[in-house]
């Protein structure tokens, strides 16, 4: 039987904001901002999805080296460690942004910046479900999410903007994103040493095993993996985690490009500046919103009963790039609200992904298993990532986004197929 987590002796919003804000800005910097830096810097649509896609991969195989972090010291003392190693990474990406052969070298330090933050994913996830009981976790799912996702906001639309500005006062695009990159490196260090001084120290959170012999670290390490597959239904999980943002993995690859093409090639022709503010203000204000309401829900009526509602709101509001490619409007006050649909919408939505990660993943091993299911979510994003770029350019960005409303057929299939039990995550079944 599984023990359950002692109370933390620190107040959950002294540190999960922080942790999961944290989790979110190397996930953005790899998979989102690189997009932004390298379309201004010139690289074709084709060349950023297809290798912007492949940095998901330390996300995909993380479940290969999960139970280490499991088995070698606390989940405490990796967060502390990955976050300095991950502000290493970022003051690199600065270094070698002027630099000649800048593509090459900036997606060489992104790779150990994903391996990093894929590391750091493992241990956070792990200690978030150490440290908080079930219905505390239901509770704050939403919030978890919605400072994730503020992370992801923030990149592209305050790092951005200020990318933007710093531009136009230095007329160098290199300088502005090298910058960029050295606030970043001070605001990771700075979150590291708060970490080390206000996480709490959980009964649960012991160090492993991992200085048995090593015959018994390699059967524990294959053990760990034979009991997540042979969890029940496990076909129907997976299917679920690869499909349920089949539509979003390629529609985020190409969202940004298209908010910045010129009207001839079917995008908006926004500045940087405009770009970051429509992602960084109204976006945000709906994203917090959408987050912080879909985990309330969770935890009210338990996540069988708010499913359906959740997945419709997540997928639906893809529309709106459809509304915006038939219009090519270059209204900043339009796009803003346009996006902060689609951005509400998914903040509810992945609310539910993030609670049935936390179902699955529910036992013994709960960190490696959280790991498995959070590397099959990323299979699922880098795939259809990859073509996504080239399928843009074939179809042109309206008919990419009919498509991509079509995509949403998958989801809602393996949404009909998983088995939720009655009153999971609502607070009163705790």
């Known amino acids: 039987m599984t023990a359950l987590p002692t109370k933390p002796a620190t107040n959950p919003w002294a540190w999960i904001p ?35 896609s492949w940095l998901y991969l330390p996300w995909v195989i993380k479940p290969l080296w999960s139970p280490l972090i499991e088995l070698f010291g606390t989940k405490r003392m990796w967060i502390v460690a990955l976050q300095f190693a991950v502000g290493a990474s970022l003051a690199c990406v600065a270094l070698t ?50 400072f994730y996702r503020l992370a992801n906001i923030g990149g592209q639309g305050g790092l951005v903007y200020l990318a933007g500005v710093l531009q136009e006062r230095t007329g160098s695009m290199q300088t502005a ?30 160090r492993g095993a991992g200085h048995s012999e090593i015959g018994a670290l390699v059967g524990e390490f294959f053990r760990v993996f034979a009991e997540f597959f042979r969890k029940p239904g496990i076909l129907v999980v997976l299917g679920f985690l690869l499909l349920y943002r089949f539509p979003e993995a390629q529609l985020l690859k190409l969202a940004t490009p298209f908010l910045m093409d010129q009207l001839d090639a079917g995008g908006l022709g926004l500045s940087t500046k405009a770009v970051g503010i429509a992602y960084g203000t109204v976006g945000l204000t709906a994203l917090t919103i959408g987050g912080l309401l879909g985990g309330w829900v969770i935890s009210k009526v338990g996540l069988k009963r708010a499913l359906w509602p959740l997945v419709l709101l997540m997928h639906v509001p893809n529309a709106v790039f459809l509304f915006l490619a038939l219009t090519q409007t270059q209204d900043v006050v339009i796009v803003s609200v346009a996006l902060a649909v689609e951005q509400f919408g998914y903040g509810l939505g992945f609310t539910a992904y993030l609670m049935y990660m936390i179902l699955v993943a529910d036992g013994p091993h709960k960190t490696a298993h959280y790991a498995i299911c959070t590397g099959f979510m990323a299979l699922g994003m880098m795939l259809p ?46």
């Open 18 to 52: 922080t942790l999961y804000f944290g989790q979110g800005i190397p996930y953005v910097v790899v998979m989102t901002l690189s997009v932004i830096m390298y379309k201004n810097m010139g690289v074709n649509n084709t060349d950023i999805a297809l290798y912007t």
């Open 97 to 146: 942004i002027p630099g000649p052969g800048f593509f090459k070298m900036t997606l060489a330090v992104f790779w150990l910046m994903a391996f990093s933050s894929a590391s750091h994913d493992i241990a956070a996830d792990g200690f978030y479900m150490l440290a908080l009981p079930q219905h505390s976790q239901a509770a704050f799912v939403g919030v978890r999410s919605t």
């Open 385 to 430: 990532g990859m073509w996504s770029g080239w399928l843009q350019q074939q179809l042109g960005y309206t008919s990419f986004f009919i498509w991509v409303l079509v995509a949403t057929v998958p989801s809602f299939a393996m949404a009909a197929l998983i088995k939720i039990p009655e009153g999971f995550g609502k607070k009163e079944s705790a």
């Open 177 to 206: 994103w090298a910058t960029v990159f050295f606030v970043l490196t001070g605001m990771f260090v700075a979150m590291a040493l708060y970490h080390w001084l206000v996480l709490p120290k959980p009964q649960a959170d012991t």
